[in-house]
Every structure is written in C-alpha cells, then in structure tokens.
C-alpha cells in the first residue's frame, strides 16, 4: 500500500533504504538526552536524519566539530544512526546573527530591561548592516570553513552533507539584507555566489560524498519569509546550484519572518495546509531532474505516498512528525498506520519550548495536553 514511501532512493553515490528523512531540528538538550532522541528516531525506521546546524566555525558553546568532545559527539551520532541502516547527514551551517555586536546588550539582558521578543528583533534588524559589511576576508574565511567542516563531517561518519542554503547563505542571497556593492552583492548572480562558493568548497573538499542543498524560498505574494530566492529567480538558482555540485534539494521556506512561518501551525493563515511548502518544490523540479525533498505537515500516510508516488518529490522531510512519534515509518510500513500519534500542529512542546529554553519536545511525551 505504501510501496513508495518504503522504496530506496539515491542521492548522489549513496542510497537511501526508504523516502522518509528527519528534517534538520535543533533539539536544543544535553547531548546525552540529544543521542537518545536521534536512537529513538533512527530505530523508527526512517531513511535518513539530518542534523540541524552543525556549525562550520569552531564556537565558543555548544557542539562543532573542531573541537575533541564536539567531534566525538558527532562520530556518536553517526554510529547510533548506522546502527539501524539509516543514513546519516550534516546540516552544515553558518549563523549570521551579529555576535560581536550583540555582546554589547548583554548587560540589558541581564537587567531585564530587554524581552526576549526585543532581542530577537534586534538579531534581525542586525542581519543587513551584518551582511553588508562584513570583510571579504571574512565572507572566504567562511566559505573556506565550509570545506573544513565537511572534511571532519565525513571523517566523523555523516554520508551526505547538506549545505544550509538559509541562515548567512540565504542573507547574503536576499536583497532585504545584503546591499553589497562588491561582486557578493547586488546582481541574482552576486547574490547567489556565497552559497555558490559554500557548495563548490564542500564538493572540493568531499569529492565523493553528496550535496544536498536546503534551498530557502522567499514568497512574494503574499509575502513570506526574508531571506533567500524568490521563485522565480530558481530558475537561474536552481541550474547554477546543480552544475556547483548540489546532488539533491531539500526546500523550504525562508527564514527571518516568524518562526511560525517557517514551522507553521495549523492554524496558520497561509501555510495551514498538509504539505504546505511543496508547491516551492513544484517550481524547483522544473529546473532539475536531480531528487527533490519536500517538508511543511507532512503527517499522513496516504498523502507522502500519493507525493511521492506521483513524482512530485523524490523524499519526504519531518521535523514535527518524527517528534511526535518516531516510529511513523516503521509503523506505516508494518501496517499499523491506526497506531500513529499524529502531530496535531500545535508547536506547543517543540518550537514552544525551543523558544522557553527548555529544549525541543512534544506534548506526547506528557500523555498529550
Ligand atoms: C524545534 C524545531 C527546530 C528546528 N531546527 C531547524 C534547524 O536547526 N535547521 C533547519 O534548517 N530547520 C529547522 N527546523 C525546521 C524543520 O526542519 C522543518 O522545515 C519545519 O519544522 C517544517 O516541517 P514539519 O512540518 O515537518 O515540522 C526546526 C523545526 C522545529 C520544529
Ligand atoms: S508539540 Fe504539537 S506540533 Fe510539536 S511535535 Fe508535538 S504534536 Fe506536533
């Protein structure tokens, strides 16, 4: 019944033993708590997990791969995915929140004189001036870490590596923010040349390994999302991308609007709808006849395979879904489809307590709310 959804796909020189792939999610929990949750979803079934942004530059808190435990972390996660013949793959990221700058507002943090909500507003009215200014210097010594990351990436483990086209890539590609007037600013190819550079240093430094791109789409009408590519600059993106060295695409909404855009409920004004992002995948397949992952509410059964089996995409992408029961694969392939805990949309444990700081969760995990 769901022969799609259980069949193998390639992406680039490695294949995946079903459609079914654990989108990028920062879990945002101790890396004891973070193994456990990446076992319990690899043990479900599921083709493939991405880990959400893995850090290209070495970085003063959390995980990256320059530095032993982090590495060692990272080659952890890769066994435990091996385990259960799911392959693994490396969100290799770059932030483009102003640091340097923010630091200066800590003391105001720490007085409560600024909200969480004036913070973030502050990251993103920093993004431009960010972007705009940054050194040449600085904007190769990033692309270059792309390359390094992905050396240790592949030596820790991780098969495929997916270059986070969002974040300082879709920055640079949005003229919201970048107002460049150097050749990584101004022009669509300009515009495009730091993700550009960032895929060609990772196909340079892994000749062999796949490149998947998350490819991030700014909507114009209505508009949606910040940063990014509009649709109708895919069409110059997309065949740039592919002839880099990009072996598959992964598309999504852009960032910088509200993170419940990007993640939207299903109460969402726009984006409420099972599947909401594939019609971006719509576009992009025009362009390529490389393989194509879809994500945004994904939940039913019936529906992934009836997108799958029609071609509209190649794999099928799930944050929130695997959250809430990371045994959706295994449980649709073995004919207990009934026994799912459908993710209801609510973002109340996961994104919510993303934003509380208390991690990435689920109401399920409290016998549902
Ligand atoms: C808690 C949480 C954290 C996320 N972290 C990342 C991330 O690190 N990188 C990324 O590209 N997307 C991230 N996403 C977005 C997801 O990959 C996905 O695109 C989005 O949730 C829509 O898919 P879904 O409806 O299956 O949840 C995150 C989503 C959630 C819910
Ligand atoms: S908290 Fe709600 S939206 Fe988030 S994964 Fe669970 S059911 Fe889905």
Redesign the pocket.
Known sequence: MYETIGSPVNLGNVTLKNRIVF????LGVPNDAYLERIEKIAAGGCGMIII??VPVQSMPFGNNLYTESGFAFYEKLAETAHKYGCKICA?LHQDDTDLGTLRQYAPQVKAGKLTQDDLRQMINDLVGPYVTNMPVEKVHSIINAFGDAAVLAKKAGFDVMQV?G?RMCGSFASPLFNKRTDSYGDSLENRARFLLEAVEAVRKAVPDMPIDV?LAVRMEQPQYGKAGFTEDELKTVVPMLEKAGADSFHV?LANHASLSD??PPANHPYFHEEGCFLGFCDTVKQYTNLPVCG????TSPAFVEEQLKTGRIDCA?????LLADPQWTEKVLSGREKEIRRCVRCNKD??GG?MRHEG?HCIYEKGGK
């Not at 989108?23 to 920062?26: D, E, K, L, Q, R």
């Not at 992408?317 to 879904?321: G, L, Y």
Request: charged content about 15%.
């Open positions: 989108a990028p999610t920062t959400g942004d969100q986070h969002d998350k999504s990007t993640i994500v945004g509410g994904l992408a799930m944050s929130r879904q996961c994104l993303m990435t």
